[in-house]
């Protein structure tokens, strides 16, 4: 080997750590913001991970996600959004209304994907859900128009109960909007509503503590990140208080009741999807806020039989899921 051929042999060598620090440096990262810790959402997050997938990133390999989870503390979340900035992340994936209203707070430029479950415009976070416009856009699940539907389908269930419980989380930015929908549906059924207001665990075994006092009859539960986080909690109190409930589909398939509402996994499968797209270069901007339509409605006869309540016929037939 000649002079020429061993000095450019070392300025390979020299150059290739270099090309590698460099795109290493290069691989986006997805700052995942969740108000309920990653365990609680555990199936949730594989679902947006294999929305991500469908769009050819894949953790670990092209593209990297930090987690931040405010684990229920709802006010620890802008903290959460203002490190996902400071570390300049690719772009931010909002679960959740709380999540997304502080990454809303937390940035203008770095484009931000969120999974709701209200209208979006209604909240603030955009001015269109067809031009979003700014940076950021997203999936709205249909939480907020099953709230009535929730209410019908536990009054069939218990037409004897004149006073209906709503358990909010008055934290989550969706509380008056979605309290609204329920009382506008509690008229027309001819029952009354009473809000119940919860935003730590603590403060859920106050709430179920007081129904027999209230004489509440039955119970819905709104859709908040910390109620999912705390499904197990919630069918225990069930059982205790022997409190009709009705939440989302995975509180049926925990043991509760009966659940109806969006299919959460595929909401977050979608947002990956979006997520993606951001990812390969589209501008939130162009991107129409996308809806998750495939509601479900899951009936749980083991908790039925606890409770000492006979499903209807017509109620069995049009469910998605019967859980013997």
């Known amino acids: 080997m000649n002079r020429r051929e061993i000095i450019a042999g070392l300025g390979s060598a020299v150059a290739w750590p270099v090309v ?3 795109q290493q440096a290069a691989t986006p990262v997805v700052g995942v913001l969740n108000a309920i810790s990653s365990a609680g959402r555990a199936h949730e997050l594989a679902a947006f991970r294999q929305g991500l997938n469908e769009g050819g990133y894949v953790e670990g390999r092209n593209v990297a996600i930090e987690y931040r989870s405010a684990d229920g503390q709802y006010e620890q979340l802008p903290v959460l ?3 996902l900035v400071r570390r300049r992340v690719t772009v931010i994936a909002a679960l959740g209304a709380p999540a997304a209203v502080a990454a809303k707070v937390a940035t203008t430029t770095i484009p931000i994907v969120f999974e709701v479950g209200a209208d979006p415009v209604e909240m603030g976070l955009l001015a269109s859900l067809s031009r979003p416009g700014g940076n950021i856009t997203g999936v709205v699940n249909l939480n907020s128009e099953v709230g009535p539907k929730k209410l019908q389908l536990l009054y069939e269930l218990v037409p004897t109960a004149t006073l209906i419980g709503l358990l909010v989380n008055p934290a989550n930015p969706n ?4 309290s609204k929908d329920m009382r506008a549906g509690a008229r027309t059924l001819g029952v009354e509503v009473d809000v119940l207001r919860a935003s730590t665990e603590r403060d859920i075994d106050e709430v179920f503590a007081s129904l027999v006092q209230k004489r509440v009859g039955a119970l ?7 109620f999912t986080g705390g499904i197990e909690q919630l069918v225990a109190l ?6 009709p409930t009705i939440y989302n589909r995975e509180f049926a398939t925990a043991g509760g009741l009966i659940g109806y509402g969006v299919n959460l996994a595929d909401a977050y499968r979608l947002t990956g999807v979006y997520t993606g797209r951001v990812l390969a270069g589209t501008k939130p901007a162009d991107l129409p806020v996308q809806q998750s339509t495939r509601v479900e409605l899951v ?3 083991k908790m039925a ?3 000492g309540l006979t499903i209807p ?4 037939a049009t469910a998605d899921e019967v859980i013997q």
């Open 20 to 22: 590698a620090r460099a």
């Open 81 to 83: 959004a203002a490190d």
């Open 305 to 307: 039989k606890t409770l």
């Open 299 to 301: 009936i749980n006869l």
């Open 238 to 243: 069930t059982v205790r208080y022997a409190m």
């Open 220 to 226: 819905v539960i709104n859709p908040d990140p910390l």
């Open 313 to 316: 016929e017509t109620l069995l």
């Open 175 to 178: 509380n008056e909007i979605r």
